[in-house]
């Protein structure tokens, strides 16, 4: 009975533990604010055979009070409700806490997603306004990863200074 009794007071201790190491782990998993993202420029890449190459560059603002580290991401362009570009890069960086950071990745246009596009927008002749939506992820660090989306309308207006803006 002895050596019974002097085993449950450290495995008390240890269940004691687990429990308060289990409830700190709860609170670094704190709600987070979803990242800001912005397409700050866009620029025409050398493609190969039919497709088109782009490099996007993001704007990622942190409006959390951690930063957010990043071991890669990838982007998916849909217009007008059409699957249009995607891209990958295995970057490595950090977004700093209440802080931005500027991000670059190639995109790829396929000659079937551009020609699919044509037709959808032959559709819609007259039409100003064009809506786009920029999903994207990226990958890693201590909180796993961070989705974000990006929604806005491309403005195909004659009289129109911007190309793109947001709702």
Avoid: W
Avoid at 42 to 57: D, S
Avoid at 73 to 99: I, K, M
């Amino acid at each position: 009975m002895h050596i019974l009794a002097t085993l449950h007071r450290p495995l008390r201790l240890l269940l004691i533990a687990l429990l308060a190491s289990a409830l700190g782990a709860c609170a670094a998993f704190s709600p987070r604010d979803p990242l800001n993202v912005q397409v700050a420029g866009i620029q025409p890449l050398q493609g190969e055979g039919l497709e088109l190459r782009f490099m996007v560059r993001l704007r990622l603002q942190n409006p959390n009070e951690a930063a957010i580290d990043y071991n890669g991401v990838a982007l998916d362009l849909e217009v007008n409700g059409r699957r249009l570009a995607s891209g990958v890069s295995d970057q490595r960086g950090t977004v700093p806490r209440f802080g931005e950071s500027v991000l670059s990745v190639p995109v790829t246009i396929s000659a079937f997603s551009a020609a699919r596009q044509a037709l959808g927008l032959a559709e819609h002749v007259g039409l100003d306004e064009v809506p786009y939506v920029l999903r994207g992820k990226l990958a890693g660090g201590l909180f796993g990863t961070q989705r974000f989306v990006e929604k806005g309308t491309f403005d195909l207006s004659p009289a129109a200074t911007s190309p793109y803006r947001r709702p």
